[in-house]
């Protein structure tokens, strides 16, 4: 019987093997394609990953991580495709398709070189497989139906069993009537560790699943025939100000792992306050020297980044997608321009035919969160949040990277305290005259 | 000579004894007016009553008029009416003239001798003596005519009620349509208002531009079509009415009546109606009248020549004679069978139209009954469903204007779709006050206590032809 070090040893020199192997095969010759195997080929025997152990666990913002027990040297899963209902933030919930009961799905944590067998109960009214995008497979596991397995009907379990052969940040979804399935809400993140990690492990590891849905203000079921318009953008099924903060110890090693399943957008996710490295793709880990300095990292359709910083600017640091319609809930594009216009007395003409009517738009729509006037219900559609300093108009892709010195818990921790005189203010008639600042945009008395 | 002129005399006193209605029937008329439309009609003859009558119509004009108003307005001032009283008079005129003795003829000869002495006279009174033996027969048909134009009459008084309502209706209908092509215009016009607005600063296209531009002058065009269905209501009612000058300013309740919550009793229409119709009435006096005429005409044309008179005369020789004298036409040629034949065909043609009018209010009434309950359910319709509905889609449409949805233009383009409901509803309501006023028509009134005279006389008719005739009921 092998010592736990001979085997973490032996498993890192094979692990290794196995990653360097494809790229060891595109400099072989041709010649000789018996050499080239794919990497969960003579895998070693690993016992299964610990957390806490072989691991850090992850964080996934509102949401969990897959459970799982050990039954004979392998980690055994259940996923449960069934129909869930899933509040995307206070005043919107919706009818969605999950996994075990939520949508996105429990993170699947385990560890390079663990073997799984995974079983997945379909209980939704249509046939589903599960595909496991990014992990290396026996073509059988692949999960395309039709092109790799039989569909698992309704009302029944199928098994799963593989190695993840190299650690990353993968994703699981449906391979059958992708465009209903994936629109409803069927998605998870899969997170393999390293069995030896070659850099300090992070102390904050965060899963955010990126996606895109269309529900039609009023309604409460995802419109998954919608191609291109889509008016709610969520991390992990939440659009803000729903999503769970970001919290993290000023000097903490900090992860984000974003994985995108939107249907149609990439998303350039945009994080204030720091500087960060690509340092994995689902396709596996940048070397250090192919890294470079980046404020936002775009997430194509259908792919993972994974970023690493060091949390040393304490604040509330806005993480967000820079495109500018992902960054509102529900929001129609069916108004009218109005800027500028000078509405005369049109607010009364209009008002006696229809009481209750407001004009809105006539100098920009930043008002539009504070408005709240009625809507339609199950809605959320321009809801602003009260921060400190005010509401906040930004809706769906956003959420707030919470960095605190002296944490004693992760719990959010409430609004930033800043240190006296760091916020910016009202310049003072003195302020203005010494530094020779003119046009002041004030009002002439 | 002598014997005969008194016994002309005799028959001449009976012949003016018998009874003439003074009124020409106008109070029997006034009476089933009162119980079968609950108004009032007044025969204008220059006497203090017209007067109140013209005091009346002032007094309803001075006030909003609602349907009955109008109605008696109508029944007392439109000048056909008082026209076709007149037939009232032209009738009465003529029963008084079929008790008349035909004036007798004086004759006188004076014949001279060529002797130059004798002078010779001749003197004769000639009458169609027989003709007073047909004055009881001729006053029994001016007296069925006088019955056959108080009949005409009271449907002439029928009709222009129903008239005066229909046209009522139709006013208070336009005048709320009126009111609500107001708002669509207010709303179009708000649109339009709005895109120009945003045009000038720089925010809509030409096209965008042009559209509100065109919904709005069809509005104000929309606006103008129904100011013209006003003015044609009107005038039609200052028509019915009978009024001109400073009486045309009246005002009318501006909405149509609520739907009443009970329809009115719909059993037995088409009997009710063959029963109290009172054109059918009419035409019916007027078969009776062709009928008599049959058995009438042949002795008429046999007796009508036949004179009988008194002879006196003076030969030259101065001797006076007297005799009676006798002029009889010979039935060589005209045995009058031509005017019987023409009589009969006369009866024929009536019987015919009596029948065909039979069938042509059997079918109204059941289409007005129909259209009635459709009309009702129509309005039901729209006042429980239709427009609480289009109010909530107004609300729910401004909910989703609140959340980005939808545009100020889609907006006010839901309120006038609502509005166009509302327009819809007041023509249903319209329709079912129209259908309404046809079916009391039909009915000869919508009081019903007075149906057995009519039916009385048509069951005569029914007993002669010995079959069941869509005048009368099986």
């Known amino acids: 019987m092998p010592t736990r070090r001979e085997f973490l040893v032996s498993g890192a020199v094979a692990s290794g093997a196995a990653m360097l192997s494809p790229q060891a095969r595109g400099a072989d010759t041709p010649s000789a394609p018996t050499a080239a195997v794919p990497a969960y080929a003579n895998l070693p025997v690993f016992p299964p990953g610990e957390p806490g152990q072989d691991y850090t666990p992850v964080v996934t913002p509102n949401g969990v991580t897959l459970p799982w027990k050990v039954v004979g040297g392998a980690k055994i899963f259940h996923l449960v495709a069934e129909p869930v209902e899933d509040e995307f933030a206070p005043g919107l919930k919706a009818h969605c398709w999950g996994y075990n009961g939520r949508t996105s799905g429990p993170t699947m944590e385990v560890v390079e070189g663990d073997r799984v067998r995974i079983y997945v109960t379909n209980k939704l009214p249509e046939a589903t497989t599960v595909h496991w995008h990014g992990v290396i497979v026996p073509n059988g596991m692949d999960g395309v139906h039709g092109l790799n397995q039989p569909a698992i009907p309704p009302g029944e379990t199928f098994r799963y069993e593989f190695a993840f052969p190299r650690p990353g940040t993968f994703m699981y979804h449906p391979h059958f009537d992708e465009l209903t399935q994936l629109g409803m809400g069927l998605n998870g993140m899969i997170v393999v560790h390293p069995r030896q990690p070659t850099q300090p492990r992070p102390d904050r590891d965060f899963v955010i699943m990126l996606n895109e849905w269309f529900i039609d203000p009023g309604t409460s079921r995802p419109n998954t025939l919608i191609m291109t318009d889509f008016n709610l953008f969520t991390f992990n099924s939440k659009v803000f100000p729903a999503t769970e903060p970001l919290v993290a110890r000023q000097g903490d090693r900090v992860r984000i792992r974003f994985g995108n399943l939107s249907a149609q957008d990439h998303h350039p996710i945009h994080i204030h306050g720091y500087s960060f490295a690509v340092v994995e793709t689902d396709g596996g880990q940048l070397p250090p020297t192919a890294r470079w300095p980046e404020a936002t990292v775009l997430v194509p359709v259908g792919a993972v980044r994974t970023i690493d910083f060091v949390a040393d600017n304490p604040g509330d640091w806005a993480v967000h997608c820079h495109m500018t319609h992902h960054v509102m809930n529900q929001m129609g594009h069916d108004s009218l321009l109005l800027m500028d216009v000078d509405p005369g007395d049109l607010n009364e003409k209009i008002g006696r035919l229809l009481p209750g009517y407001m004009t809105t738009g006539l100098t920009g729509n930043g008002g539009m969160g504070e408005m709240r006037m009625a809507l339609p219900p199950n809605t959320i559609a321009m809801k602003g949040i009260d921060y400190q300093f005010g509401p906040i108009g930004m809706g769906g892709m956003v959420t707030v990277l919470k960095v605190r010195p002296n944490l004693t818990s992760y719990e959010d921790p409430g609004w930033y305290q800043h240190p006296d005189d760091t916020v910016a203010r009202r310049a003072t008639a003195q302020e203005l005259s010494d530094d020779g600042v003119k046009d002041t945009g004030a009002k002439p008395a | ?474």
């Open chain 2, 1 to 474: 000579m002598m014997r005969a002129f008194g016994l002309m005399m005799v028959l001449g006193i009976l012949a003016g004894c018998a009874a003439v209605p003074k009124d020409a029937g106008l109070a029997d008329i006034q009476r089933r007016t009162q119980s079968r439309l609950g108004q009032h009609v007044q025969w204008n003859r220059g006497t203090e009553e017209d007067h109140q009558a013209d005091e009346a119509v002032h007094r309803l004009l001075s006030e909003e008029i609602g349907p009955a108003q109008a109605v008696q307005i109508a029944l007392l001032n439109n000048r056909r009416l008082q026209a076709a009283f007149q037939e009232l008079g032209l009738a009465q005129a003529a029963l008084v003239q079929a008790g008349l003795l035909k004036n007798p003829i004086f004759d006188f000869e004076r014949r001279f001798h060529n002797d130059g002495n004798n002078k010779a006279m001749e003197f004769a009174v000639m009458d169609d003596f027989l003709h007073v033996l047909l004055i009881p027969l001729r006053r029994r048909l001016a007296a069925v005519d006088l019955e056959r134009t108080k009949s005409q009459v009271l449907a002439d008084i029928l009709e222009l009620s129903a008239q005066v309502q229909a046209s009522f209706y139709h006013l208070q209908a336009d005048a709320q349509i009126l009111q609500m092509r107001r708002t669509v215009l207010e709303a179009a016009e708000a649109a339009y208002e709005l895109a120009q607005r945003m045009q000038k600063a720089g925010n809509l296209n030409d096209l965008a531009l042009a559209r509100e531009q065109v919904a709005y002058e069809q509005a104000r065009l929309d606006l103008s079509t129904v100011e013209q269905g006003v003015i044609e209501d009107r005038e039609r009612l200052n028509t019915l009415m009978g009024l001109w000058g400073a009486d045309v300013t009246w005002r009318i309740e501006s909405r149509l009546p609520d739907l009443p919550p009970e329809e009115m009793n719909l059993d037995h229409l088409e009997r009710r109606a063959i029963e109290t119709n009172v054109d059918l009435a009419a035409l019916y006096q007027r078969l009776e009248t062709a009928g008599r005429q049959v058995g009438l005409t042949r002795t008429v044309s046999a007796i009508s020549q036949v004179q009988l008179g008194a002879h006196v005369e003076r030969e030259p020789d101065g001797l006076w004679t007297a005799g009676p004298a006798l002029s009889l036409p010979l039935p060589l040629f005209d045995q009058g069978q031509a005017a019987a034949a023409s009589a009969k065909a006369r009866f024929v043609q009536w019987w015919n139209q009596y029948t065909a009018l039979a069938v042509e209010i059997r079918s109204r009434v059941r289409r007005v009954r129909d259209v009635l309950r459709l009309t009702r359910q129509q309005v039901i319709f729209y006042r429980d469903l239709v427009l609480p509905l289009q109010q909530r889609v107004t609300e729910q449409a401004l909910l989703r204007y609140n959340a980005m949805q939808m545009t100020q233009f889609e907006l006010l383009q839901t309120k006038r779709e609502q509005v166009d409901a509302g327009m819809r509803y007041i023509k249903a309501l319209r329709d079912y006050w129209i259908a309404r006023a046809e079916l009391e028509h039909a009915l000869a009134g919508h009081v019903l206590q007075e149906t057995t005279a009519g039916s009385d006389s048509r069951k005569g008719a029914e007993d002669r032809t010995g079959r069941a005739n869509p005048g009368s009921d099986s």
